[in-house]
Antibody, heavy 118, light 109 residues
């Protein structure tokens, strides 16, 4: 069974850094792109970007380019999303998802809630 | 790129059919049959309901169907049930990136 397990909820202050994780189980982690999706409170889904864990090829949405960094460590079957300086507007639920060949997402993590507040 | 356009809300009585539209551009929906649809219940992760415009994943009810014409994709739910009340999002490949729709809240009256 394919599973994506994300790291736990975080509470941070503006200006702090953060790295959240997404670990894959039950499949060959290096064979599928992993995507990150943001959902701000009460709002819709926003595609942030994807990474191929096999070679770390990464693509970003123009809206998120330069705002976050997506990375992966294939030795531990994990993908990461990180911020160098958080803002209150980064408060959201962040999901990772496994991308299929048709650019659809059939398997999702449980989400990581990030709260940024002074 | 801009989000795909969906109606904010739709409603239907149990047993009725409803259709949710998703309008994009020639740069996304219009150029690729790589449209997917997701159902999201409150507090839950999204669930894939339709992929590649009309294909249904194993385990998804055949009451859910997808179609596409030009720059607009559609999700139809036949015989709406109370458990279908949720938010629905379309999603399309847009040439090196992916874009979601703004979401549609389905109310089952």
């Amino acid at each position: 069974e394919v599973q994506l397990v994300q790291s736990g909820a975080e509470v941070k202050k503006p200006g702090e850094s953060l790295k959240i994780s997404c670990k894959g189980f039950g499949y060959s982690f290096t064979n599928y792109w992993i995507g990150w999706v943001r959902q701000m409170p009460g709002k819709g889904l926003e595609w942030m970007g994807i990474i191929h864990p096999g070679d770390s090829d990464t693509r970003y949405s123009p809206s998120f380019q330069g705002q976050v960094t997506i990375s992966a460590d294939k030795s531990i079957s994990a993908a990461f999303l990180q911020w160098s300086s958080l803002k209150a507007s980064d408060t959201a639920m962040y999901y990772c998802a496994r991308q299929n060949d048709g650019y659809d997402y059939g398997d999702w993590g449980q989400g990581t809630l990030v709260t940024v507040s002074s | 790129q801009s989000a795909l356009t969906q109606p904010a809300s739709v409603s239907g009585s149990p047993g009725q059919s409803i259709t949710i539209s998703c309008t994009g551009t020639i740069s996304d929906v219009g150029s690729y049959n790589l449209v997917s649809w997701y159902q999201q219940h409150p507090g839950k992760a999204p669930k894939l309901m339709i992929y590649e415009a009309w294909k249904r994943p194993s385990g998804v009810s055949n009451r859910f169907s997808g179609s596409k014409s030009g720059n607009t994709a559609s999700l139809t739910i036949s015989g709406v049930q109370a458990e279908d009340e949720a938010d629905y999002y379309c999603c399309s490949y847009a040439g090196s990136s992916v874009v979601f729709g703004g979401g549609t809240k389905l109310a089952v009256l």
